[in-house]
Structures are given as structure tokens and as C-alpha cells.
């Protein structure tokens, strides 16, 4: 999800969802490391609970980017086995590190010792013609053998040579089994599943079998899913109006385009709001033609309501 779960991003779905557990985007340890990790690691208070994602197999820099993410006060500091992309690869670091369980337990063992919070893995089941129950054990038991007690795991194997990072998101099949066996002969870890999971009916029933559900492009595409899942875990909160919750968003956009942002930067994460409702058409196209404008302002957002019938 890098580029995609920004901080903006973040507020805006914290806004749809009170509880669930937000990710950052993945950020490399050498970017925190060596770069501007104020910026990196900046998101708003309201976003807790949140984990930060982090990319590397420099032992001493993943320590590091760790450490810095724990003073910034993080809840989960989150290690990346699971992107598949050529520059991930090209950096060693991602579903590369796959074949390289014992790198990745000494990456976790350095970041625990510097961090007073759970760090954990997310992988995918497999890696090309590694696609096997006993490789993604053997992995999963290197990892819990040093300690963690935590596994995001990615029901599909990534293929690193001959598919994009896009297909990797849709080609390789889905194997739902081999995680729930994972849970099976671990019962004392905890493992939570995500890929290919776009209905909120099918949410109940995977948590039958798995600790919990992890949820990416389809609550991007679709946020107002996360206000749904909300309720469904939670009876007694009642749905947020859709338009109230732009509403809610106005402050904030207005306070960072005070701080020099782009509106484009914002809104980009709220054109799947109305999704499946009436003028939800009228909602994107007006945002997608008036926010990257100069000088764009709070008053586009407005705007784009204003364009949509009322019932909406």
C-alpha cells in the first residue's frame, strides 16, 4: 500500500472506523534511518491504534528505525515480508526475504530488544516455486522460535520473476487453507489473514478460524466498508452519515493546506466514499477535476457535495 495509506489517509478512514488497526505504507528503515523521519513517521493522534510497517534486512538499521518508531509512540511496529515489487526486491528487503528466515529472525530480534511494543511480520504463504505448507512453516517456526507471537499473512504466494506487483494482488490463487492451518498447529500465535477479502459477510466466518482480518485496496476503494465492519463488531455504534463525515474532514484539510499541502493530496483518499450511492459519479468526477487546481481550497470538497442529491 505504499503511496496509497498515507497519514491523510489514515485520518480520514480513523474517521469511518474508531477501532480497527491502521497500517502506515511501508516505509524502508534506510529512508527513517538517513532521511527525514519526522515526515516519515508523522501521523495524528487520533490514528492510535496504529502500526507502522517498516522494510529492510540491514539488521542495524531496522534496530534503529524501530527504536525511532517506538519514541514516536507506535503500537505495533510492523516488519514487511510481503511486498513483491522490483524495487523492493532490488533492495533487499520485502517477499524476498522469504528464503531468508534466519536474516529476518535476527532483523527481529534486534528490533525487539530496542522496542517496548510488539513487533511483528506480515508474509505472504509462499515465494515462486516455493509454494508449500512445510516452506511457510519452516518460516513461521524460525520467527516464533525468536519470538514473535504475530503473523499478517497474505494468502498468496508471490511470484518475484514474471509478474508485477499488480498481478501479484490477482494471479497467484488464493489458499485461505494453508493459513488456516497455520493457525491450527500454532494455536498459541496469533494470525490474522489478509487477501481477497471484499465482503463483509465474509469477514464472521474467517474469524472462525484465524485471529483476524486484515483488509487493504478493497477498504481503500470502497472506506465506507470499514464504517460497516465497525458496526457489525460493534451494535451498539451507529453508522456515520457519509456527508458528516466530510463534514469532519473540513477542519483538517483546511489546517493542512494552511501547512502548505496540495488538496489533491487529500482528497484523492476520499473518492470512494459514496460508492454504490446515488451521485457518487458527480462526487469523484467534481473532486477529480477541481482538487489539483492551484489554490484549491476546502471549499472544492464542499463543492462536490453540493453536486450530489441530497438523499445521498
Not at 522496542?115 to 511483528?120: E, F, G, H, R, S
Request: glycine letters at 8%; a negative charge.
Amino acid at each position: 500500500m505504499m503511496d496509497w495509506t498515507d497519514r491523510h489517509c489514515r485520518y480520514f478512514m480513523r474517521l469511518l472506523s474508531p477501532s480497527v488497526r491502521l497500517y502506515t505504507e511501508m516505509v524502508t528503515a534506510a529512508a527513517v534511518v538517513h532521511g527525514d523521519r519526522r515526515s516519515l513517521l508523522r501521523y495524528d493522534e487520533s490514528e492510535h491504534p496504529i502500526a507502522v510497517q517498516l522494510g529492510g534486512s540491514n539488521v542495524d538499521w531496522m534496530a534503529s528505525a524501530a527504536r525511532y518508531a517506538n519514541e514516536c509512540g507506535f503500537d505495533e511496529i510492523n516488519i514487511n515480508i510481503g511486498c513483491p515489487s522490483d524495487r523492493v526486491q532490488s533492495g533487499q528487503f520485502g517477499a524476498c526475504l522469504m528464503a531468508q528466515p534466519g536474516l529476518v529472525a535476527e532483523c527481529f530480534s534486534a528490533m525487539r530488544d530496542e522496542v517496548d511494543v510488539p513487533v511483528t511480520v506480515k508474509t505472504r504463504i509462499g515465494i515462486d516455486d516455493q509454494d508449500s505448507y512445510d516452506f511457510l512453516r519452516g518460516f513461521v517456526d524460525t520467527l516464533a522460535s525468536a519470538g514473535c507471537r504475530k503473523f499478517i499473512v497474505h494468502a498468496r504466494i508471490a511470484i518475484l520473476d514474471g509478474l508485477s506487483p499488480k498481478e501479484n494482488r490477482s494471479v497467484p490463487p488464493l489458499n485461505y487453507e494453508r493459513v488456516f492451518r497455520l493457525k491450527q498447529d500454532y494455536p498459541e500465535l496469533d494470525i490474522v489473514l489478509n487477501g481477497g477479502v471484499q465482503e463483509l459477510s465474509q469477514i464472521d466466518t474467517l474469524l472462525e478460524r484465524v485471529d483476524g482480518v486484515m483488509i487493504g485496496r478493497q477498504a481503500y476503494h470502497h472506506p465506507y466498508l470499514l464504517a460497516e465492519i465497525e458496526k457489525q463488531l460493534h451494535p451498539d455504534r451507529p453508522l456515520p452519515d457519509r456527508r458528516n463525515v466530510v463534514d469532519r474532514m473540513l477542519p483538517y484539510i483546511e489546517q493542512e493546506l494552511a501547512d502548505g499541502e496540495r488538496l489533491i493530496r487529500i482528497t484523492r483518499h476520499m473518492l470512494g466514499l459514496f460508492a454504490g450511492q446515488p451521485g457518487a459519479r458527480a462526487w469523484r468526477r467534481y473532486l477529480s477535476e477541481n482538487a489539483h487546481r492551484e489554490g484549491a481550497g476546502a471549499e472544492v470538497v464542499a463543492a462536490a457535495l453540493d453536486a450530489m442529491p441530497v438523499a445521498a
